[in-house]
């Protein structure tokens, strides 16, 4: 038999013949992409407009709250956030600048440079996590039934890609 049944004529019944049933690897990785981009700036025009921070600003704001004591070295800031040393140095001297953080060095290890939540910090901390998190999870409600499946996805393709050092 053909591409088309005879009982449902125009219905291919081959479902690679239907645009999108069988997505080449070029058009995932496009729309990854895509997904990404498009969020992330959403959420960074977002924080800048609501809060005076960017999105990596608040990425570290995060994890610096999240660490113990909210205290963080520059190197843990910058592995959780997957930046250069230079990356974390610059986002680090913004937060201080607008007094959200301060650095400082443990007494006993004074090799390690830590950053610091101030209580202004915590605040726009707090704040900024409310606006960042209503709005991802507003965007990926459009993901509907499929969430599940799309996050478990993504999550073996991370861990199959995870650089074991």
């Known amino acids: 038999m053909g591409s088309e049944d005879v009982l449902a004529p125009g219905v291919p019944t081959d479902p690679a013949a239907l645009a999108g049933a ?14 990404h981009d498009r969020i992330t700036h959403r959420v960074d025009s977002a924080l800048h407009r609501e809060h005076d921070l960017s999105l990596t600003g608040f990425e570290a704001l995060r994890r610096i ?13 910058a592995e959780a956030l997957g930046l250069s040393r230079a990356g974390v140095t610059s986002t680090v001297g913004r937060l201080v600048e607008q007094g959200l953080v301060v650095r400082e060095r443990r007494p006993g290890d004074r090799r390690l440079l830590h950053a610091r939540l101030t209580d202004a910090g915590r605040e726009r901390t707090r704040a900024a ?17 499929d969430a599940a499946v799309v996050t478990d996805a993504l999550a073996r393709v991370s861990a199959a890609t995870r650089i074991r050092r």
Request: overall charge negative; cysteine-free.
């Open 22 to 35: 069988a997505p080449r690897a070029a058009e995932t990785w496009l729309r990854i992409v895509q997904v």
């Open 129 to 145: 996590t409310v606006t960042h998190d209503e709005l991802v999870a507003r965007l990926l409600t459009l993901l509907g039934d």
């Open 65 to 77: 709250a999240e660490a113990p004591g909210e205290r963080a070295t520059m190197s843990e800031v």
